[in-house]
T-cell receptor, first 117, second 110 residues
Framework: GAGVSQSPSNKVTEKGKDVELRCDPI?????LYWYRQSLGQGLEFLIY????????KSGLPSDRFSAERTGGSVSTLTIQRTQQEDSAVYLC???????????????FGPGTRLTVL | ELKVEQNPLFLSMQEGKNYTIYCNYS?????LYWYRQDPGKSLESLFV?????AVKQEGRLMASLDTKARLSTLHITAAVHDLSATYFC??????????FGTGTRLQVFP
């Protein structure tokens, strides 16, 4: 009945490699978000999924970044040909969604710390 | 473009003292959120403010919202060491994605 979970907690990779980050949202939450937290840029929105609607990809920094959400639950964020500037903590959040008629409060997972050497 | 500014960026305060963190945002927003982040940890939701004049309190923390001034405050009363953390405000504009402030790193010392 836990909160949002993410894996791995830490990932070290070499420049040019692809990485996949996973997020398991809170059961019953229809909305899922990815954010990135880095020293230079603070907390930035990346991508948002709501139910069966097309995702809002407006925050993805380049076409090397993509995400999918299978079955309306688990999501995977993929970064291809990683660069050193991709090093950051990647946070996933979930919520009941705007249609919940209230706050759309987002609950965050523990994050994945990505280091690109 | 919606922008969110917090001040101060860093706050060092003595236990027992009171202080206020300010959060300004650039355009009208539907909802304002306050989060706490401990070092190496994720974001913990503190408050959700949904309307003008909203005030919420939890322990030594009280948050308020003035939508006309586009300003939210997080007031700390009689600070204790356990409140040391980084505090973020965030807003959305009916688009769901959160725009975060820069964060305020709070250190409470004896």
């Amino acid at each position: 009945g836990a909160g949002v979970s993410q894996s791995p907690s830490n990932k070290v990779t070499e420049k040019g490699k692809d990485v996949e980050l996973r997020c398991d949202p809170i059961s019953g939450h229809t909305a899922l978000y990815w954010y990135r937290q880095s020293l230079g840029q603070g907390l930035e929105f990346l991508i948002y999924f709501q139910g069966n609607s097309a995702p809002d990809k407006s925050g993805l920094p380049s076409d090397r970044f993509s995400a999918e959400r299978t079955g309306g639950s688990v999501s995977t964020l993929t970064i291809q040909r990683t660069q050193q500037e991709d090093s950051a903590v990647y946070l996933c959040a979930s919520s009941l969604g705007l249609g919940s008629g209230g706050s759309n409060e987002q609950f965050f997972g523990p994050g994945t710390r990505l280091t690109v050497l | 473009e919606l922008k969110v500014e917090q001040n101060p960026l860093f706050l060092s305060m003595q236990e027992g003292k009171n202080y206020t963190i300010y959060c300004n945002y650039s355009t009208t927003s539907d909802r304002l959120y306050w989060y706490r982040q401990d070092p190496g940890k994720s974001l913990e939701s503190l408050f959700v403010l949904l309307s003008n004049g909203a005030v919420k309190q939890e322990g030594r923390l009280m948050a308020s919202l003035d939508t006309k001034a586009r300003l939210s405050t997080l007031h700390i009363t009689a600070a204790v060491h356990d409140l040391s953390a980084t505090y973020f405000c965030a807003v959305d504009k009916n688009t769901d994605k959160l725009i975060f402030g820069t964060g305020t790193r709070l250190q409470v010392f004896p």
